[in-house]
């Protein structure tokens, strides 16, 4: 019994040292957090809402069975996002270790990194469903979309913003300083140094990056909005 309990333990720590497990794991639960906020937000009403001005009711029917004929493809590019933004971070920072530290980090060990730190953003959408749940009970489909907890968007607000601002000001919020910090901590232990030099490698690969990837989101919707 013992030992077995001892084998389930060590598999569970192994688990959460192999970046393919992690990630679905993480897919997993970003599926289930969205299937719960559709539900408890209502979400296919106010979408139906929304586009009622728009189209006429048969368009609509055929819109929402088309929806929900395929929306099972959604599930499958939910893991392929996740792999994909982590590959690609744990890319950067890879090339951060290699100028930044004198100990070598592989890159796997930087992926499984970016993976762990991703969990940080399901507290996101806790925190979306208890604030429409509870609080703000009266909202439409683009109060949803737009809302982004302890962000600045929601101090500046978004209807009086211009559309190409509303991304920056919605990556400007707490929850994405504390994936810095997360990724500086496990960083600094990787490299056996400390989390000051962790996040300096961070905020020089990872940094202008993200900066980079906001300045293009901020260009595509400045000409296609």
Do not use: H, R
Request: charged share 15%; hydrophobic share 50%; net charge neutral.
């Amino acid at each position: 019994m013992t030992k077995n309990f001892t084998a389930l333990i060590y598999n569970l720590i192994n688990m959460f040292k192999n970046p393919y497990l992690i990630c679905l794991l993480l897919s997993i639960i970003l599926i289930a957090f969205g299937e719960a906020t559709k539900v408890v937000l209502d979400f296919d009403a106010l979408q139906y809402n929304s586009m009622a001005e728009k189209l006429t009711s048969q368009q609509l029917n055929q819109y929402f069975e088309f929806q929900n004929k395929w929306k099972w493809i959604s599930y499958f590019f939910i893991p392929v996002y996740i792999a994909i933004k982590t590959s690609i971070i744990a890319i950067v920072l890879y090339i951060g270790t290699y100028f930044l530290s004198s100990k070598e980090v592989t890159y796997k060990s930087l992926w499984t990194i970016a993976i762990k730190a991703e969990f940080i953003f399901l507290l996101v959408a806790i925190a979306k469903i208890i604030w429409f749940y509870f609080f703000q009970t009266k909202y439409d489909l683009e109060d949803i979309q737009y809302f982004y907890p302890l962000s600045a968007l929601n101090i500046v607000g978004y209807k009086d913003l211009e559309s190409w601002f509303i991304y920056p000001f919605q990556t400007l919020n707490l929850f994405e300083l504390a994936y810095w910090l997360i990724l500086a901590y496990f960083i600094g232990k990787e490299t056996e140094t400390n989390m000051d030099k962790g996040l300096k490698i961070v905020a020089y690969s990872y940094g202008p990056t993200l900066l980079l990837w906001i300045t293009i989101v901020m260009f595509f919707t400045l000409n296609y909005s």
